[in-house]
């Protein structure tokens, strides 16, 4: 079946370092990618997605390759602020074939001044 | 376009109640699928409903169940409630299976 892992977490760093959040998955077909973010008191919201392999998907600063070779898309920002402290989730979904979206457990991450 | 409505957001229950939530998709979307989350267990995957028909279901016992109508509002209810019910509950649409999942806000359950 479809397989999603991503980083545990809660990730803490401070204002103005580099994010790295770890996704693979696992999945039968050629899977669209999205990564979610979820603030607090929210629902979740789409972040970014690529929909075949080496697409980068870019929204507010977060940038994600898709990698078919190392099943593989990792969340990246240069330089987080404050305002970035919220849950991440890594997903992916198929088109046809009645597939639900499959999503990881999602990573915290915190960011302090 | 309004996004995905969910009704109503808090909610207080005791043991044994049932509880019945509700769901408005994005105009147009006929994909609805449900979310349990906890700070424990995280986002778990209760049902995907499409045209009206129940495409897919987590690994929950048969005390929840929902249902789609002719417009695509979803409804899911939780019989005999647990105080392991307690959740934000969380409702998406989409377009299509597989597609972006548009969520709206969740409706947090309190089981006392």
């Known amino acids: 079946g479809n397989s999603v892992t991503q980083m545990e977490g809660p990730v803490t760093l401070s204002e103005e370092a580099f994010l790295t959040i770890n996704c693979t998955y696992t999945a039968t077909g050629y899977p669209s990618l999205f990564w979610y973010v979820q603030y607090p008191g929210e629902g979740l919201q789409l972040l970014l997605k690529?929909?075949?392999?080496?697409d980068k998907g870019s929204n507010k600063g977060f940038e994600a390759t898709y990698r078919k070779e190392t099943t593989s898309f990792h969340l990246e920002k240069g330089s987080v602020q404050v305002s970035d402290s919220a849950v991440y989730f890594c997903a992916l979904g198929l088109q046809g074939g009645y597939q639900k979206v499959t999503f990881g457990t999602g990573t915290k991450l915190q960011v302090i001044p | 376009k309004a996004g995905v409505t969910q009704t109503p957001r808090y909610l207080i229950k005791t043991r044994g109640q049932q509880v019945t939530l509700s769901c408005s998709p994005i105009?147009?979307?006929?994909?609805v699928s449900w979310y349990q989350q906890t700070p424990g267990q995280g986002l778990q995957f209760l049902f995907e409903y499409f045209s009206e028909t129940q495409r897919n279901k987590g690994n929950f016992p048969g005390r929840f169940s929902g249902r789609q109508f002719s417009n695509s509002r979803s409804e899911m209810n939780v019989s005999t409630l647990e105080l392991g019910d307690s959740a934000l509950y969380l409702c998406?649409?989409?377009?299509?299976?597989?597609?972006?999942?548009?969520f709206g806000a969740g409706t947090r359950l309190s089981v006392l």
């Open positions: 690529a929909t075949k392999a080496d």
């Open positions: 998406a649409s989409s377009t299509y299976q597989g597609g972006i999942q548009y």
């Open positions: 105009s147009g979307h006929r994909s």
